[in-house]
């Protein structure tokens, strides 16, 4: 992930920064506690394709 590119994206419920999870190929919002997939280089910012972050 480019870090110009995360340093642009927030998260589109809270508005918050974004953190990439190179492990996962996500792209992890602390405080919705949600995680947006990376496809093919491509952020999917939908909430809808989010996976909920369990502890």
Excluded: F, Q, W
Excluded at 8 to 33: I, Q, W, Y
Aim: net charge negative; proline share 7%; aromatic share 2%.
């Amino acid at each position: 992930m480019d870090p110009k590119m995360l340093e642009l994206l927030v998260c589109p419920l809270t508005k918050g920064r974004l953190r990439h999870d190179e492990e996962r190929n996500e792209l992890v919002s602390e405080k919705a506690r949600i995680a947006y997939p990376i496809r093919d280089g491509i952020p999917i910012m939908l909430v809808s394709e989010a996976r909920e972050i369990e502890d």
